[in-house]
């Protein structure tokens, strides 16, 4: 059993837990994920790691209670327990086995998209840790969607908040950014974008086109998140990948989105999507893999 | 036919029946079935049986306290060569062990011994006979990584011999394949799986769940900051093969192992858990392993018309004769020598069918089976909206790439020596799938008693 420790309502729809799981908390790194299952009959969820605390055990997750599943864990709180809390799955961000010396040469933009800030979060900070500063795109819909803004600001180099409808920071998606910093004669080698599938897709068109090399974090749908079921597979270039043991993360001119996305809506029912799509209103973002959200 | 050359008929649910439900299919003897057919044995002097079994239980003894009705002192005959005679005498290919080497089988049929080791286990059970935990222990700290058969028969014997075995498992529930893989019908998982793992804790050995080797904490790691003298790795064969055919990652395609892991640990078939299951109305199994047969059962429980597509022949399905017969009861409909070339899909990206070519057999291969020939122009489709694909595991290679100094041969399985287990690392053992690639169950059992024996012998001498 793992205890919850904080539950954090960080703005109307996502949450923040910090979970006492001393063996991950001892051994993950950014760019990884966990498997959480709330009961004997709940499913194994794959979340990504927000931050963790190696001295007091903890992990801290985000997420936005979408599925039935996450629903649950919405109702959970501190002092409540997990049944099972996993990981670290998957391999570790490329940036934590790079040299520092190398790392400090590069001119590193992180893009976020909603939910996706939480992901982000670990990698700048390890990087801010370690000296360097990195440039962060933070997307979100409207201001009140906007997550940790505070602590982003604490480690990012530059931090640039957009809102589509203009109600916060700058106004249009994240992609108009890209441009636009381009644009002002910023120049950037490697660029990381996590949000939600859509949002990665044409981020990697835009960097394309600007010819900045780019890593995404991929979410599948996962069983065990071991490398066992197959079910998270991706093709990457010409390859096929798992996403639990070969990412999460993986070059994003190479993922093949429209099939990810097409993958992702294998156990969404009809019903199910509709429900999403009433429950997230203005926020809806494709989650439901069958829209193709703002697009 | 003269008396004693036919066994006694084991009770099942009737095909029909059990195509419908979860139970499980085979009923097992009752005291006087079990009395009945042990009588049958001839008792050899040199027990051929014995020869054929991978952990060389005393079949003979065994067998004979059976038929005297002593079935307390038949259960701890087969315990104390075996950690789950209630698995084994469930799953063991045993036509091609024990009883293919029975000398009643060369005139009438072998002794179903299989049949008598699962009554021994479940009657056990029944009684609430537990293997002893032993008096004294030797403090000496043990690694056992998996608690699939491998770790669990490795466990139980370091246990009996006084060891302080801790069993590290990366799912939420002990058991690997038997809990995963395994179908609730063929293996029930309360009744069955769940006391063996019971059994080998009563032994003393502590079960932590949820933790990932290579990942949670590595090998060194436990040896180094844990206190563990030994390792003993168990960890299986449990990354899918896919065929690389056109079409394969379309919506509908599950590899065996995501499909059974599914309807097993998660039991997404029920509707109290939450899961969800792949439904499907017309399934297509491509295999012919137990593992293909397993998966088309589960489909056609279901609700699935099911369809098993395998490229060679009857004789060549590698699946034990009576997962197959079975099978072919509840109305598998079998697709023999017939290859899958592309899985066709629909414009929203699911599966609606797969194309197929028929085979002929050529000339044997390496494997020494016939190997398949393509019959040319024979291309025709198999109308589906699920794809199963049953075509194999290989090891995963977590554990190798973390840990220093552990060798792995060109097919990722650990490189270990087959009578202790040892590896080329200090300290450290393997078997089962980990090292065989994808076997069975009592060769994995097998396997992890080696590997006790190695790490016994090892902090003996230390």
Redo the contacts between chains.
């Keep these: 059993m793992y205890k919850i420790l904080k539950v954090e309502q960080l703005n109307p729809v996502v949450l923040l837990m910090v979970v006492e799981a001393k063996r991950v908390a001892k051994s993950c790194l950014p760019g990884q994920f966990i498997i959480v299952k709330l009961d004997e009959k709940g499913e194994r969820v794959p979340l990504t790691i927000c931050d963790y605390d190696r001295e007091a055990g903890t992990v801290t997750i985000v997420f936005q209670p979408v599925g039935a599943s996450t629903q649950k864990f919405a109702k959970l709180q501190a002092g409540d327990y997990f049944m099972d809390f996993v990981g670290p799955l998957g391999r570790p961000s490329d940036l934590c086995e790079e040299s520092i010396e190398e790392l400090k040469k590069k001119k590193i933009l992180f893009v976020a998209g909603g939910v996706g800030t939480a992901p982000v979060y670990p990698q700048v900070k390890w990087l801010h840790e370690h000296g360097v500063e990195a440039d962060v795109i933070v997307g979100a819909k409207t201001k009140d969607l906007v997550i940790l803004e505070k602590e982003m600001e604490a480690v990012a180099g530059n931090l640039y908040i957009t809102t589509d409808d203009g109600s916060y920071g700058r106004h249009g998606m994240v992609t108009k950014v890209i441009d636009d910093l381009v644009a002002e004669g910023k120049v950037y080698d490697h660029c990381v974008a996590i949000g939600p599938m859509i949002m990665m897709k044409f981020c990697c068109l835009t960097t394309k086109k600007h010819g900045i090399p780019t890593i995404v974090s991929m979410n599948p749908v996962m069983v065990d998140g071991t490398g066992m079921c197959g079910a998270c597979r991706l093709t990457v270039g010409n390859e096929i990948k798992f996403a639990c043991v070969d990412g999460p993360e993986f070059d994003g001119h190479l993922v093949n989105f429209d099939e990810a996305m097409k993958r992702s809506q294998m156990y969404k029912t009809a019903e199910g999507r509709a429900v999403l799509k009433q429950k997230e209103g203005d926020t809806h973002h494709g989650g439901c893999g069958n829209c193709g959200g703002d697009e | 036919m003269a008396a004693g050359l036919e066994r006694v008929v084991v009770r099942e649910q009737a095909p029909l029946v059990r195509a419908a439900n979860f139970e499980e299919v085979c009923l097992g003897y009752n005291k006087e079935e079990a009395m009945a057919e042990a009588a049958r044995c001839l008792n050899c002097k040199k027990a051929q049986c014995m020869v054929g079994c991978p952990v060389a239980i005393d079949i003979p003894t065994f067998v004979k306290q059976v038929a005297d009705g002593d079935f307390e002192a038949a259960y701890q005959t087969i315990v104390a060569s075996s950690s789950l005679p209630a698995v084994c005498g469930r799953v063991c290919p045993q036509e091609k062990q024990c009883e293919g080497k029975c000398v009643r089988g060369k005139k009438g049929d072998a002794v179903s011994i299989g049949k008598l080791e699962r009554f021994v286990a479940d009657w056990a059970r029944e009684n609430g006979i537990k293997p002893k935990k032993p008096e004294t222990t030797n403090g000496k700290k043990v690694a056992v990584i998996g608690s699939g058969p491998a770790g669990l028969s490795c466990a139980g014997d370091l246990a009996k011999w006084g060891y302080d075995v801790t069993i590290f498992e990366?799912?939420?529930e002990a058991g690997g394949v038997l809990t995963?893989g395994i179908p609730e019908f063929r293996l029930p998982k309360d009744a069955v799986v769940k006391p063996e793992v019971e059994n080998i804790k009563s032994l003393g050995v502590k079960l932590e769940?949820?933790?990932?080797i290579g990942?949670?904490?590595t090998i060194d790691e436990l040896m180094e900051e844990e206190g563990f003298e030994a390792v003993f790795i168990g960890s299986g064969a449990?990354?899918?093969m896919?065929m690389?055919i056109p079409g394969?990652?379309a919506?509908?395609v599950?590899?065996a192992?995501?499909y059974l892991?599914?309807s097993n640990?998660?039991?997404a078939r029920l509707s109290?858990?939450?899961?969800?299951m792949p439904e499907s109305k017309k399934c297509v199994v491509v295999g012919g392993g137990n593992v293909a047969m397993d998966a088309a059962r589960t489909a056609l429980r279901l609700g699935a018309e099911t369809h098993i597509v395998y490229r060679r022949g009857e004789e060549e399905l590698p699946a034990r004769a009576e997962e197959v017969h079975h099978a072919k009861e509840e109305g598998i409909i079998f697709d023999l020598l017939t290859n899958p070339v592309e899985i066709l899909t629909d414009e929203?990206?699911w599966v609606k069918g797969i194309r197929c070519v028929r085979m002929e057999l050529g000339e044997p291969d390496a494997s020494g089976r016939r190997r398949p020939v393509v019959i040319e122009g024979s291309e025709f489709e198999i109308e589906a909206d699920a794809v199963i694909m049953a075509l194999g595991t290989s090891p995963?290679p977590?554990i190798a790439s973390t840990t220093a100094g552990l060798e792995v041969n060109k097919r990722r399985c650990i490189v270990a020596e087959a009578e202790n287990g040892q590896t080329s690392k200090a300290g450290v053992f393997a078997g089962g799938d980990a090292v065989t690639g994808a076997a069975t169950v009592i060769l994995a059992m097998e396997a992890g008693r080696a590997g006790a024996k190695g790490i016994h012998e090892y902090l003996s001498n230390k």
Excluded: Q, W
């Design positions: 990366a799912l939420h995963y769940t949820d933790v990932i990942k949670s904490v449990g990354l899918p896919f690389g394969e990652n919506n509908g599950y590899s192992n995501e892991t599914r640990l998660m039991k109290d858990y939450d899961t969800p929203n990206g995963n977590l």
